[in-house]
């Protein structure tokens, strides 16, 4: 079956812009979870989604916002974009927001804020 | 609160010798630890995963790594590998529905 398909692969934006992005998780899963990865901070957490309903949150500013839709399909937006913004976003998909599933990542959204 | 340290950020050898991936985790509640690998412009790839059970646990592509509970560790081995295996290798801990990952580890192999 597929995997987590995350759109687009790559981005540019300019500094005070937003942006949103996709993440279509596997199909039957109902949790995606959101993750920032930069060189200077590794992987963070950003937030966790079940049945359209924000679960767990990581410590990032209120720019970073996200939302889950009925067919778990999910999308993260970002405002008023900084350049410390530039990062590889993960998505992650599980059956179930519980702590012994296995998350499957998608192939990332690299960001670029110039 | 859980946290997780890779000692190595860089790890070279040769193809075909073995290879340890350290990693400590710390962790309050129950223990469930995952090693993730990473290719370059990649997403993450789940290599292996204890939950409960044996302390040994065999992943994908002849990764292997041992739960050692006294030790808080759960380190990644491999007894041969290969140039293919050239990529990051994360180590994260399963804590308040999120994951808690290491800093990773770069495993270098040369021929």
């Known amino acids: 079956k597929a995997g987590v398909t995350q759109t687009p692969r790559y981005l540019i934006k300019t500094r005070g812009q937003q942006v949103t992005l996709s993440c279509s998780p596997i199909?039957?899963?109902?949790?995606v979870s959101w993750y920032q990865q930069t060189p200077g901070q590794g992987l963070q957490f950003l937030f966790e989604?079940?049945?359209?309903?924000?679960?767990n949150k990581g410590n990032f500013p209120g720019r970073f916002s996200g939302r889950q839709f009925s067919n778990s399909r999910s999308e993260m937006n970002v405002s008023t974009l900084e350049l410390g913004d530039s990062a590889l976003y993960l998505c992650?998909?599980?059956?179930?927001?519980?702590?012994?599933?296995?998350?499957?990542f998608g192939q990332g959204t690299r960001l670029t804020v110039v | 609160a859980q946290s997780v340290t890779q000692l190595d950020s860089q790890v070279p050898v040769f193809e075909e010798a073995p290879v340890e991936l350290r990693c400590n985790y710390s962790s309050s509640v129950s223990v469930y630890l995952f090693w993730y690998v990473q290719y370059p412009n990649q997403g993450l790839q789940l290599l292996l995963k204890?939950?409960?059970?044996?302390?040994l646990v065999k992943g994908i592509n002849g990764f292997e790594a041992e739960f050692n509970k006294s030790q808080t560790s759960f380190h990644l081995r491999k007894p041969s590998v290969h140039i293919s295996d050239t990529a990051e290798y994360f180590c994260?801990?399963?804590?308040?529905?999120?994951?808690?990952f290491g800093a990773g580890t770069i495993l270098r192999v040369k021929s």
């Open positions: 994260a801990v399963k804590g308040g529905n999120k994951l808690v």
């Open positions: 199909s039957g899963h109902r949790s």
């Open positions: 204890y939950l409960s059970g044996s302390t």
């Open positions: 992650a998909s599980s059956l179930a927001v519980s702590l012994n599933t296995e998350a499957f």
């Open positions: 989604y079940f049945s359209e309903t924000q679960r």
